[in-house]
């Protein structure tokens, strides 16, 4: 139990930043920002919008999230539609269903995202990172752009090169671009207008397989993967064998409580940022998810170990095993659909495994009382 309490309290210590401390936190159905703040500032509600300046990071959450006033430090951005008019003088990061960024961002922009749409006479000064279904730049970026996503259109100033990677990329007439590489299913579709003055190199995008295999990136992640293993396992080196019988007894179970776990844990951190009081409960919910992942996949994986190699009770054979687990589904991940089915059914029965261990042993100690 302390194992996992110090564990734990690491997690909340680098998840929960300390600048909360010195925050402003607004909630509400129609959480309107009208005035200046002079500090952090942590807003959850419906209808978000900021129209003045904010003297330091922004963090706003909801359903439709407006900035038309000024951000002094970054932006943060959570929200199924959102709209950035005003300056944000660092860097702006999301994960939205749709962004318009019709504003200037002194830093990078960096997000995951269905929509995006960089409007014209808006513009990046940072680097571009994006990943989404279709992304639309209109605007001015002058730092590197890096973009993965379905359709990319270019009918903007890209002043730096840029990786694309899409099924289709398509340059408007109002494009001007320098070097791009693309990785794509087919040529670039070039409007005879656009001002290319370096090179499209175009390389067919492989569709998942061997073909996508990166020994050195598959070589790091795995390494990183044992060796974050072997920490937790050190240190719940009382806890893993219990956890591992739990995971042997009821795999579908604790698969089921683990989805269950995915889908409610969000929701429930949602609600508890709409008020303001919950707001830290809510950053310490999101840090103990992140945390029983984590061992839940460790969990999952040591699990998987012991089927392929039998172990006995000597915790360097239990790391061993745990080790050759990690390099077999290393390589099983790279099978397209299959490989990251497989693994995210075992993260699934580790992580549900964690909840329902936690759960059971709060429900003994409310009887002992």
């Known amino acids: ?51 003045k300046i904010v003297k330091g990071d922004a963090f706003l959450f909801g359903n439709l999230v407006t900035v038309s006033g000024e951000i002094t430090e970054d932006l943060t951005v959570g929200a199924s539609n959102a709209s950035i008019e005003g300056l944000i003088g660092d860097d702006l990061r999301f994960g939205v269903g749709s962004i318009r960024l019709n504003g200037k961002v002194i830093g990078d922009v960096l997000g995951a995202v269905n929509y995006f749409a960089l409007g014209a006479g808006s513009e990046v000064g940072g680097g571009l990172y994006l990943a989404g279904t279709h992304i639309t730049l209109d605007g001015l970026v002058k730092g590197d752009v890096r973009v993965a996503a379905d359709t990319v259109v270019v009918n903007g100033t890209l002043e730096r090169d840029a990786i694309i990677t899409a099924k289709q990329l398509k340059l408007g007439p109002q494009a001007k671009i320098r070097n791009i590489v693309y990785k794509g299913d087919h040529q670039a579709l070039v409007n005879p207008a656009a001002q290319i003055e370096g090179s499209i190199t175009f390389e067919q995008r492989h569709q998942g397989g061997l073909n996508n295999l990166r020994p050195i990136k598959l070589l790091y992640n795995a390494l990183t993967l044992i060796l974050l293993g072997f920490v937790v396992l050190f240190l719940l080196k009382v806890w893993a064998p219990r956890f591992w ?64 190699l039998k172990t006995g009770s000597k915790h360097a054979e239990e790391l061993g095993a745990y080790a050759l687990a990690v390099i077999i589904l290393t390589f099983v991940g790279i099978l397209p659909v299959v490989g990251s089915l497989a693994i995210f059914v075992i993260f699934l029965i580790g992580f549900g495994t964690v909840i329902r261990y936690l759960i059971a042993g709060l429900s003994r100690k409310a009887r002992a009382h």
């Open 1 to 51: 139990m302390k194992s996992l309490l110090f564990l734990f309290l690491i997690g909340v210590f680098i998840f929960i930043p300390s600048t909360v401390l010195g925050a402003q936190f607004r909630s509400g159905n129609n959480a309107k920002i009208g005035e200046e703040i002079s500090e952090d500032l942590y807003v959850g509600g419906q209808d978000v919008s900021s129209t």
């Open 245 to 308: 019988e739990e995971a042997q007894i009821k795999p579908v179970t604790n698969a089921l409580i683990g989805l269950a776990g995915i889908v409610l844990v969000p929701i429930a951190i949602v609600i508890l940022i709409m008020t303001i009081l919950g707001m830290a409960a809510a950053l310490a919910l999101g840090a103990f998810a992140a945390l029983a992942g984590i061992i839940g996949l460790v969990i999952g994986i040591r699990w998987i170990g012991q089927f392929i």
